[in-house]
Structure formats: C-alpha cells, structure tokens
C-alpha cells in the first residue's frame, strides 16, 4: 500500500509504543534482579522508587509526530513514556534512571525528575505540578508572538488538585496555547477513580472553564492521535487550550514492589488482551500499511536503541559525593555602580522606578500579580507601570497563587524573567509547592541546564492590627529553602539597587519588603528609610550586609525594620556610653557571616534584633555562627530580640508587646552590660 501522511504518521506512533514497551520492560527488569530474594528499594544500580508506564504509551505516542523540539511538554512522576514520546536523549535518560554522572542531570534529577533542555521536556514528582509549569511556557510563547504551544500531563488523582483547577482558569482566561493530557488509569495508587470523583468522564471538567474537552476511551492510540492533531491546530492558531482525557492503564504497579493488594488479580490480564500495542499492531497488517518484515525492523531497531542505551548508562562513571553541592545556584555576572548622587524617594518609589527601568531594558521582564495592575499593587509596587507598559507585561491575575506563581517555572524555562507578587508572605502557604519544589529546585534537579530567573517579592511586618494571617515576617522559611535567595532591603536606595539585581540575577530571589517601611501615605513610617536614590539602573550587591553605624562595644544587627530600631537604640546607647555597631543585613541567603563575623569580633559583643519568630530563626543561626567562629573571644553572651513563637494578636497593647522595638533593644544591651 502507498503510504500517506496520516501512515507514516501512524507507523511512527506504533513505532514509539513499541520502543516505550520494550524500554519499560529492559528497565524493570533490570530494576527487580538487584532486589531479589528480599525487595530493598535502595538496592542495586538503580535506587529509589519506579513508577512504569507501560501501558499508558497511547497518551503520549502522538507527540513523536505532532510536536517540534520548540514546544515544552511538562510531566509528571510516571514520565518515561512522555520522555521517549517527545525524543529525549535516552542515553542519558538512562544513565540518569542510574544515578550516573552521563546523565540529563549529573545524577541529580533521578526518574522523577528528568529535563532535556534541547528538546524542553521536563517532569516532576510533584502531583498537579506539571499544569502551572505547562501556563508559564505556553504564556511565554504567547507574548514572544511564536506558534509554539506546551503541554501538560496528569493522572486522574491529580485532578482534584487546585492546581490543576486554577491553571485551567487561567490557560481559558488568558487563551493559552497549552494542551492538557489526563491519564485516567484508574488508580490514584491504590484509590479508584470511581471513589475520587462523581463525574463520567474527566473530559466533562473542560466544560466549567470554557474549553474543548475530549474524552478518548478504551486507550486507542489514533483516535488520541486524531484528538492530539486538532487540539495542536487550535492551541498554534491562537484559539487556545484544550483538555484530551484518555482512558488508559499501567500494567504494573503504582510503584515497582508495589504489593498491589487494592486491585483484583484477573483485571490486569483482562487489560492486556486488550493491549494497544497488539491491536494496533493487528490493524496496521491487516491495513497493510506495514508488512511483517517492517514490523520486525521496527521491533528491532527499538531494542537495538534501547540496548545502546543502557550500555551507554553502565559505562558512565558515578558522580563522586561532593558533586552534591554543584548547581546549587546558576552563575550571576552584574554589577553596577551609580555614578550620580540622586534624589530622595520613598521605598515604594524606588521599587517601581527599578522595575520600571529593568522592564524598559529587557523586554523577557514582566510582573503577575494580584491588583497589580491599573490599581498599581495594593502596596504600591507597580505604581503607573500599567499605563506606561500595558496589560501584557503588568499582568491581572485572579486570586491562584498556585497557578500564576508556579506559571514563573515556565517562564523562566522559556526564557523569561518574570516578577511574581505574593500580596503577604502568610499567603505563602497556598503556594508553597511551586516555590519549594519547583521555582527552587528546578536548576539543580536539571543538571544546571535550567535557570530559573524568578522573582517573588512578598509584604511582610507587624505592627498595623492586621493579626496573624497578614502580619508575618517568614525570612526563615524562605530563607531555609536550598535554591532561593532572599533579601531585605530597609532604605529607598538598597529597595532599587536590591531589586535590579533580584531581576538581572539567573537565580530566583524572594524579595521581601516590610510595609512599615514602605513610605506609603497611609501607613506610617520611619523617615530614615527615605534616602536617595539616583535616577539611574545601578545594583547591590545579594549577599552582602551593609555597616549601617560603625561602633566598638557591641554589634547590633537587624534586618528590614528593626535596623531602624537599631539605629535608634544606638543613639540612645549613645548617651549610655555605649558606642554600639549596627549591621544592615540586606541579604538572609546568601547570609553575609563574614561581615557579622569581623564586626563581633572587634566588637566582642553580639544582640540580633529579628521580627520572625523565635525558633529555628535566623537570630538563632547567627548566633550559631558568631559562637562557633569567635568561640573562647566574647566577651558576652549573644543575645537576641524576636518575636515569640506565638500567631501575631490583632489588639495593640498585645501586638506593641509582641513585636521587637527600639526600647526592648536598648533594655537588652543595658541588661548585657551590667552583667
């Protein structure tokens, strides 16, 4: 038979089926020979979990004929099939699979967590993190004008995450060239889809956000196929995405010794009589659209490849164990001095002004938020940028932090340098996964093939009754997270030259601003934190404290507002015969010990004023610090000034007490030296 288009695109998805199957089942067993008489899920060359996906290959196939190496495609934990489907390297894909310093990721990433650059595919092993990872690329393709689209994964159990709910919102909304692909295999481990949701079909939930929704049922590769190719067509043209949701199933376990207790014995033997691979096998001969001897080539070629993969996989040396600490962090190269003296502004001003400037210079810069845009930020962060840069670049967001935060992952992957703004840092908590397990980590689980130039600036503080889910000052948590880098500026002129670098950096940054030093109208402020600001682009350095008053007897250091406390209680100190010395942190991570350490050490006294909580804080990790490099030469203890590991109260004399200030910093001096 003369074969068509449509054939030869067909013999290229049985094709990858076939290759998928053979890859999956080389894989398990050599997963299983290592773990024999007993399963230890450490042992043998390949550690950890494995979650197979032979059986769901027709959810992927597709893409081996319909997507370009410019379109991304996020996964999920299950992802090997997604992989081989969308031409990652499965050399390296394998020798990642074994911990391998040849793999995608130097050994880093493992089988949860593979990225191929070249071919933009990435998962995680996060459930419902493939879906806002999938908006920030396909936003990306969108404002650069491309046809480029992306493509998001998940299980049925990831359904019935919020992120997934609101990344269809905002993938409708925004019109978003994205395709969403759900395997319904059934199991959510060991939940049964019938158990997890009322509805028929998970297509139906496309209805409620305004998009096509498709239901593909008993797993069959070309009516997926046919289903893929229209919603391709749509999402390149600009109509935007579409939900595909197949029926599918994985013929193994949730994970590899995977006891498997939940499902009845003869359901998977019913399922594979029904094999896809075997029916489409069937029907290409009988079509005569391949012939025997091109069925057995096929065959062959796959594991011919696939041999070639895993002998590739065992030649490669391992990583050595201080190959850990590398590609922590993407290298940074900016550094820019102002040249004129300027003039004053108040913080809030000087935040804007940066962006501003950043977003003038970089066209990849843009900032999502909520309220950010004609209203200019409820904290004033995009004050007139909306005006002046549209509303494609100051982006509205409806209130999915999830969705629009984890949508920086994307961007960023893509190329962009996007400004996200969490309104409090208390709200953290509904976005937290993104942050801490994607926007964090992506640049090491890749290998250091990925950057992750993000910034998230966030409102912190106490101390205008607003009690304790908008009054927080979480540095520590940020700050404990591997990946991110946090700052702190106190002054109008650290505000811009902070922020400038925040966007320039390849590293996300969580830029935390306290709002009593914003120098709004309507919230009081110290007068010491207007400074000026020079009209031009210029950075500070992240990383490095400022000496905001040099002194002899003591180092007081705050960070954000309680360096103004600081400064006052030095004054007052003053008078005392206390000359004390105030550092300025700017930066908790990277965290400036060096400084901190040379000030105690001439000092021989040390108080950290911090309004984050008491425990596990970073009062205490500078203490930690100053003790252990000064041990034997204080001449006092170190002390500290927090909050107490109480929720912040609402009435005033509760809150005056809670909070650190100016007096509780002088009393406690006063107190260590008398002692």
């Known amino acids: 038979m003369e074969k068509s288009e449509e054939n030869e695109d067909l013999i290229t998805i049985y094709s990858t089926m076939i290759k998928i199957r053979k890859y999956e089942e080389k894989l398990r067993d050599i997963y299983l020979s290592d773990k024999k008489p007993l399963f230890n899920i450490a042992a043998g060359k390949i550690p950890g979990e494995m979650h197979l996906s032979a059986g769901q290959e027709p959810s992927a196939a597709w893409m081996s004929v319909l997507l370009r190496n410019d379109d991304f495609v996020y996964s999920t934990h299950r992802p090997h099939h997604t992989a081989i489907a969308k031409g990652v390297d499965l050399n390296r894909m394998t020798a990642e699979i074994m911990g391998k310093h040849g793999g995608l990721s130097k050994g ?314 969490l309104m409090f840092s208390d709200f953290v908590g509904v976005t937290l996964d993104p942050i801490m397990n994607q926007i964090a980590k992506n640049h090491y689980m890749s290998g250091g093939t990925v950057n992750m130039p993000v910034v998230i ?89 400022r000496i905001a008053r040099e002194g002899k007897d003591i180092t007081i250091i705050g960070i954000g507002a309680t360096v103004h406390m600081a400064m006052e209680a030095a004054m007052e100190l003053e008078e005392n015969g206390i000359n004390a010395e105030v550092i300025d942190l700017r930066s908790i991570k990277p965290l400036d010990t060096d400084t901190v350490i040379r000030s105690v050490g001439k000092t021989g006294s040390l108080l950290v004023a911090d309004e984050d909580y008491a425990a596990f804080g970073l009062a205490s990790e500078i203490t930690s610090a100053v003790s252990h490099a000064l041990f034997g030469k204080l001449d006092k203890a170190p002390e500290s000034i927090v909050s107490p590991d109480v929720p912040v109260p609402y009435s005033q004399p509760m809150e005056k007490y809670w909070l650190p200030d100016t007096q509780k910093i002088v009393n406690r001096v006063m107190e260590m030296f008398k002692k």
């Not at 609101?166 to 939940?191: H, M, R």
């Not at 158990?195 to 998970?202: E, I």
């Open 108 to 421: 880093k990433g493992g089988h949860m967590h593979i990225f191929d650059k070249k071919v933009n595919f990435a998962c995680a092993g996060i459930v419902g993190s493939s879906f806002p990872s999938a908006l920030g690329a396909a936003l990306a393709s969108k404002l650069d004008g491309k046809d480029s689209i992306a493509v998001a994964f998940g299980g049925d159990g990831s359904l019935n995450q919020g992120m997934f709910l609101e990344s269809l919102n905002l993938a409708s909304l925004w019109k978003l060239p994205v395709i969403f692909v759900i395997e319904n295999n059934d199991w959510a481990i060991s939940v049964e889809t019938k158990d997890s949701t009322p509805l028929k079909n998970d297509a139906i939930r496309a209805d409620g956000f305004g998009m096509p929704g498709v239901y593909i049922e008993n797993n069959d590769p070309v009516k997926m196929y046919k289903a893929a190719e229209k919603a391709v067509k749509r999402a390149r043209s600009g109509e935007g995405p579409t939900l595909i949701a197949i029926d599918t199933y994985r013929y193994y376990g949730h994970f590899e010794g995977d006891p498997e207790v939940y499902r009845p014995k003869d359901q998977v033997k019913e399922l594979l009589a029904k094999d896809p691979i075997k029916i489409m096998e069937s029907d290409l001969l009988k079509k005569g659209i391949i012939s025997k001897d091109e069925d057995d080539r096929i065959n062959n070629s796959a594991m011919e490849e696939i041999s070639q993969a895993f002998a590739f996989a065992e030649d490669s040396p391992l990583p050595v164990g201080s190959d850990s600490m590398d590609d922590v962090y993407a290298p940074v190269d900016y550094s820019i001095e102002p040249t004129t003296k300027g003039r004053k502004l108040p913080v809030y001003m000087a935040i804007s002004e940066a962006i501003s400037q950043e977003m003038e210079g970089n066209k990849d810069v843009l900032y999502m938020g909520e309220d950010v845009g004609k209203y200019g930020g409820i904290f004033g962060a995009t004050t007139g940028l909306f005006k002046k840069f549209g509303a494609e670049r100051i982006r509205d967001t409806p209130i999915s932090e999830s969705a629009f935060i984890g949508s920086a992952a994307g961007l960023a992957a893509a190329g962009k340098r996007p400004i996200v703004e």
């Open 457 to 545: 600036t966030t409102a912190v503080g106490g101390g205008y009754g607003d009690a304790a889910q908008h009054s927080q000052t979480l540095y520590s948590l940020f700050g404990h997270l591997p990946g991110l880098k946090v700052v702190v500026p106190s002054n109008s002129y650290d505000a811009k030259g902070l922020m400038v670098s925040a966007i320039k950096d390849n590293n996300p940054v969580v830029y935390m601003f306290h709002k009593g030093l914003l120098g709004l109208p309507w919230m009081p402020y110290p007068q010491s934190t207007v400074t000026e600001v020079p009209e031009e682009e210029y950075t500070v350095p992240i990383g490095k404290a």
